[in-house]
């Protein structure tokens, strides 16, 4: 299949050839390590170096022997799906000993092995840049006593160590998501889904402890996703008398009609004093003042446990490949780095800088400066408390400013996961901001007929965790129905308006962008959020929607391939949505570990599906007894799922069977992930900030009247790399493919190469954009400040 034009072909310039490179797992386990390890060695193998497994991770190191393996192409199949670490994590109190990291060097020295790669938390990371610095007095150590060579200090003089975050706490400094965090945060908001349902039926308290003993990401984050009304954690202790604030608002929410609340506690949850704040505490609390029946659930390893979500495993694969390239890249000068997650981009940062930050958090809390404690967790966690204490705790009527300004918000095309609450967020900012908020159902049909109707703060309570569009969504384009549309706004005195859905958005915005000039009501500020299971809306690099439908097509894939353990070699062809875009063939095919993934944006031919099933024939004639193929809905009009089927069929005659999968409207359904509840929510929080901004700059004094007509009052939205962007979108149109409905350029088209070479393909790979060593940024610019990644 063709490929992108790559700026620099890293296998050309950097060669494992003669390098040794070890994997191990250290501390906690977390789901999306055997992601990391399976990445490291196909990548290494792919590179032509050496690549060994350290089995239990310094423990293993430290005894040597059967403990370290070298690795195969075949010892990394299968693992993919499978959650904690299959090389296995151990606590090794001798590797904090001299003597014990004296045998470790002995033990890889004998290998040959001088790079590590090390996928832990702080404490195993921060041991392995001890155990670099020491490196050359240990092997002078070793000489003297006789265990090596003198040549093998000159021939080994530098151990390279390259990190990666596997932590369910996100509890890393300099880094946006640790491995495993949002496999973490499926578990936890699979068991608040479940309670919520039980505590609705007895009108129940439920009070839930998460893991998080220093951090409280899992429990700021799962508050956020699930709309809980009280959340206690570590960097950000309650104020002296928050025990009766509390209460007074359990009081007011059932007093508002809602039968259930749901209080979240991170297990390190503590007061202004640093004394524990324990669930036992808080359930008696809640029945001595309120009488409430409460109940406890401590959630526990369950959060460590289970199938990793598709995010964990397309960010442990792409971490895995830097870290391989980090370490080819390498000199003995090179400081020991972390492979990071920034926005939506890899980056490396040196890896001491990162533990000193953290330990810095802990610190700070220590002394009860938590303020800083929260700064110092990064822009990611700050913004997400910054966003729930805006839509948990309403202020009262007499401290909201008064605006007078009414905010429309409707949904615009193809359902998709997470809209429900990005429209929550928007209502509840919007009111705090002052405003009057309108929902209109079923898009601009329903506006056109006058479907517009008030909504208030109590109106979206439980709307999170809702799968679909609440207020009815269609694909009608505004163009048609202007006049009427015009009428409504008038009608309302509508002045401003955030659509949030998928490629008909944009078209709509641009259409009442055009109409502004005959319709001075359609002179209002106007602001689009992008929400598709496609991932198809120029501007930006995710659309709200699309995590959910990843994480559909990945379990299904999973079930499809356990279908056939019993069967030998099977090949299954997968079909999935998106139109012309191939972001959920790729991506999924990355997080399922597809062979193949067919797309329009990557034209093919007969020649490029006779290569793939010779090269699938060959795999199956070894020990890999399952094959899987994606193909994205549109990517060619010829060659279609059944021809690929039949061809598949006939050409895999005597080695394989084949099967077909239609998945079909399954992704557009089910509850949303908690990324696409989080990225909602803020999201469309940022988006209603811009309105109210937006409002107050172009109100005109003199004619008591909104009046918005320049292009930049008439934006999208959009995640670009690293931050969250605000872009007009007739700027937009010469980015997008408007015949097939898709942007221009796409950045996952330069993951498409990793999914090959992770499926044993002969590529070539773009590192263009690899990290280069960058340093933490404790205020990081202003465009900065918005982070998107959970």
Partial sequence: MAQPDSKKIFFENLSGAGKAIAVLTSGGDAQGMNAAVRAVVRMGLYVGAKVYFIHEGYQGMVDGGENIREATWESVSSMLQVGGTVIGSARCKEFRTHEGRLKAALNLVQRGITNLCVIGGDGSLTGANLFREEWSGLLTELVEQGSIEADAVQKYSALHIVGMVGSIDNDFCGTDMTIGTDSALHRIIEVVDAIMTTAQSHQRTFVLEVMGRHCGYLALVSALACGADWVLIPEMPPEDGWEDKMCQKLSANRAGMKRLNIIIVAEGAIDQNNKPITTDYIKNLVVKCLGFDTRVTILGHVQRGGTPSAFDRILASRMGVEAVLALLETTANTPACVVSLCGNQSVRLPLMECVQMTQEVQKAMDEKRFEEAVKLRGRSFENNLKTYKLLAHRKPESELPISNFNVAVLNVGAPAAGMNAAVRSAVRVGISEGHKMFAVNDGFEGFCKGQIKEIK???????????????????????????????????????????????????????????????????????????????????????????????????????????????????????????????????????????????????????????????????????????LVLRNENSNENYTTDFIYQLYTEEGKG????????????????????FDRNFGTKISAKAMQWISKKLVETFRQDEGRVFANTEDSCCLLGMRRRALVFQPVVQLKDETDFVHRIPKEQWWLKLRPLMKILAKYKTSYDVSDSGQLEHVMRNRPKELDASVAM
Wanted: some cysteine; proline content about 4%; overall charge neutral.
């Fill in 457 to 627: 703060w109590a109106d979206v309570g439980g709307w999170t965790g809702q799968g679909g569009s609440l207020l009815g969504t269609k694909r009608t384009l505004p163009a048609k129905h202007v006049d009427k549309i015009a009428d409504q706004m008038r009608k309302h005195n509508i002045n401003a308006l955030l659509v949030i859905g998928g490629f008909e958005a944009f078209l709509s915005l641009l259409e009442l962008l055009t109409a502004r000039g005959k319709y001075d009501e359609l002179c209002v500020p106007m602001v689009m959020v992008p929400a598709t299971v496609s991932n198809n809306v120029p501007g930006s690099d995710l659309s709200i929607g699309a995590d959910t439908a990843l994480n559909a097509i990945t379990t299904t894939c999973d079930r499809i391939k356990q279908s056939a353990s019993g069967t030998k070699r099977r090949v299954f062809i997968i079909e999935t949505m998106g139109g012309y875009c191939g972001y959920l063939a790729s991506v999924g095919g990355l997080a399922a570990g597809a062979d193949a993934a067919y797309i329009y944006e990557e034209p093919f031919d007969i020649r490029d599906l006779q290569a793939n099933v010779e090269h699938l024939t060959e795999k199956m004639k070894t020990s890999i007894q399952r094959g």
């Fill in 655 to 674: 080695v394989f069977d084949c099967r077909k999968n239609v998945l079909g409207h399954m992704q557009q359904g089910g509850a949303p992930s908690p």
